[in-house]
T-cell receptor, first 111, second 114 residues
């Protein structure tokens, strides 16, 4: 069952611009995580935000969480070519021992 | 170096020939899990383990088996592979016996069943 739905499915921007990706989910969560995947490779954890948090920063990453709207956004500032990858949100539910992943946003940074 | 390793990385096999994909982590993590990734379907959990000798089904367990005899290892067994199990497989581990912490993913195993 896919809980996270991401928007847009694909995003292409110029290097240096900011990239924003959105994630919506359906049920109550304990935490929401963002991962990056370079083509066909393993996922790399970026940031985790808990349900009682509203915003979190890590380097050029900013994540917001709105539990009333069941949505989250990931902002990457000052994008670089190396940011080209697919980005996934994943939700961890109360009691559920699994992460449920969205379909991902494919981000392309053009030089 | 803290990591999750998987072997093999690539495998082409035939229908019905039993195979095992190994997964090992060196971070003393309690929680381990297996996912498969398919185009249009995303990542789906196959099985997970909260600790040694504790395993449970994920969303798509049919056709797979797992075991957790040691904390560091969590092999995925396909007793009789079929073409619909052609996929990219990922093993992951996390600190505690839940999915509430960041997960560390292996590099993936690309399996083709003909």
């Amino acid at each position: 069952s896919q809980q996270g739905e991401e928007d847009p499915q694909a995003l292409s921007i110029q290097e240096g611009e900011n990239a924003t990706m959105n994630c919506s989910y359906k049920t109550s969560i304990n935490n929401l995580q963002w991962y990056r995947q370079n083509s066909g490779r393993g996922l790399v954890h970026l940031i985790l935000i808990r349900s009682n948090e509203r915003e979190k920063h890590s380097g050029r990453l900013r994540v917001t969480l709105d539990t009333s709207k069941k949505s989250s956004s990931l902002l990457i500032t000052a994008s670089r070519a190396a940011d080209t990858a697919s980005y996934f949100c994943a939700t961890g539910g109360w009691g559920a021992q699994k992460l449920v992943f969205g379909q991902g946003t494919r981000l392309t940074i053009n030089p | 170096e803290a990591q999750v390793t998987q072997n093999p990385r690539y495998l082409i096999t035939v229908t019905g020939k039993k195979l095992t994909v190994t997964c090992s982590q060196n971070m003393n993590h309690e929680y381990m899990s297996w996912y498969r990734q398919d185009p249009g379907l995303g990542l789906r959990q196959i099985y997970y383990s909260m600790n040694v000798e504790v395993t449970d089904k994920g969303d798509v367990p049919e056709g797979y088996k797992v075991s957790r005899k040691e904390k560091r290892n969590f092999p995925l067994i396909l007793e009789s592979p079929s073409p619909n199990q052609t996929s990219l497989y990922f093993c992951a581990s996390g600190l505690t016996g839940t999915s509430w912490n960041e997960q560390y993913f292996g590099p993936g195993t690309r399996l083709t069943v003909t």
